[in-house]
């Protein structure tokens, strides 16, 4: 099973060779690092190799870490960068609310899937996202939302949520490719992700908490949402690519919570930033948070952090970096490493 302290190369090996797209992003940053700690040989594409310098820090990357400049859509970059590969992670998608995220995202899959079919590499793991799962109007207040579900295309784009439509056709689209190809797949389906950042830049899932820290948001929407740790988003990759009976999807959700509860939790950590004072709460009647499963991945042996455990290491990480005391009115956009 995944170690959580990496001490235990033995089932990954030191000689296995998988690659990681996207490898300096939040997530991926967790997974090379948790892959380099249980020894895999690490291949990691990065668009920008000069902006993802942080990588080369992590233990193991000097005699493990290879990183290749690669968009998703680039076919021959791409496929360089397989080689060898018994297995691909596809982590890298552009987190954008922009109608052009939804073209780009399942032609960038598409290509990650033949490549790594050419290649000959036996599984890819593709990561989704809760926008994939929960954005479906007709679901009923009954409904336990897993793996079975899928969030509606027209809705979203009724709705603008070209993210979330994005996902939805891109995790489509991967499983039609991948069965056209005969290789295995895999796909975890992350909530918001929280913890402890290691690479340089914020991402949106981070921005979305650092917001309501520093005051820059103040708004509290009726809304609930799914929460979930970084280190175990990383878990889920590794336990579902090394697990040989794991396919199809994972849900992974530690808590769905209503974002008043976020904010309380912000509150309680960060008694002196008045959080909950500065926030106009004009909900008469809070929505409840949905039920949900995340049995599939629990029953692969992981077990979730606490968000309230989570969102202090966040917070902790954002302290080093100075995040905490930026001030409201700056251009928050601009702190975000996201671009198509
Ligand atoms: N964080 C969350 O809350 C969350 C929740 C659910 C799902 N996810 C999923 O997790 C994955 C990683 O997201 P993240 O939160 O770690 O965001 P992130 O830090 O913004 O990372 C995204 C990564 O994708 C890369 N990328 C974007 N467009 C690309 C392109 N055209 N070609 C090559 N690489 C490209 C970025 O490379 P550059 O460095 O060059 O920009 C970056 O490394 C995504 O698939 C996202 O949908 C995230």
């Not at 895999?40 to 902006?51: D, F, I, K, L």
Request: glycine residues 6%; charged residues 25%; hydrophobic residues 40%.
């Amino acid at each position: 099973m995944a170690s959580r302290n990496g001490n235990n190369v033995s089932s990954g090996g030191p000689s296995r060779v998988v690659c990681v797209t996207g490898a300096g992003g939040f997530i991926g940053t967790w997974l090379v690092k948790e892959l380099l700690l249980r020894g895999y040989h690490v291949n990691g594409t990065v668009r920008n190799p000069e902006s993802n310098a942080h990588l080369k820090e992590l233990e193991g990357a000097a005699e493990r870490l290879t990183l290749y400049k690669a968009d998703i859509r680039d076919h021959e970059n791409i496929r360089n960068a397989f080689r060898g590969c018994e297995g691909v992670f596809h982590v890298a998608a552009p987190v954008i609310d922009d109608k052009a995220v939804v073209s780009l995202a399942i032609e960038g899959t598409r290509n990650i899937i033949n490549a790594a079919a050419d290649v000959g590499a036996r599984r890819v793991v593709l990561t989704s996202s809760i926008g994939a799962i929960h954005m479906n109007p007709k679901r009923s207040p009954d409904t336990v939302v897993d793996e079975n579900c899928w969030s509606d295309v027209d809705y979203c784009e009724k709705t603008k949520n070209y993210y979330s439509m994005s996902k939805t056709i891109e995790e489509m689209a991967a499983i039609v490719e991948a069965k056209a190809r005969g290789i295995e797949l895999a796909i975890v389906i992350p909530a918001i992700t929280t913890g402890p950042m290691l690479q340089p830049r914020l991402n949106s899932g981070l921005m979305h908490i650092l917001r309501y820290i520093v005051g820059e948001k103040t708004n509290l929407p009726n809304a609930v949402t799914g929460y979930v740790d970084v280190k175990d988003v990383a878990q889920a990759h590794i336990l579902v690519y090394e697990n040989p009976n794991a396919s199809g999807r994972y849900f992974c959700v530690e808590r769905v919570i209503h974002r008043a509860e976020l904010v309380d939790m912000l509150d309680e950590l960060l008694p002196e930033k008045n959080i909950k004072a500065r926030i106009k709460n004009n909900i008469k009647e809070k929505i409840k948070p949905y039920k949900f499963s995340n049995q599939r991945l629990k029953d692969l042996g992981l077990e979730f952090t606490p968000l309230k455990k989570s969102l202090y290491e966040t917070v902790k990480k954002f302290e080093e970096r100075g995040f905490l005391s930026l001030p409201k009115d700056m251009d928050f956009q601009k702190l975000i490493r996201a671009s198509l």
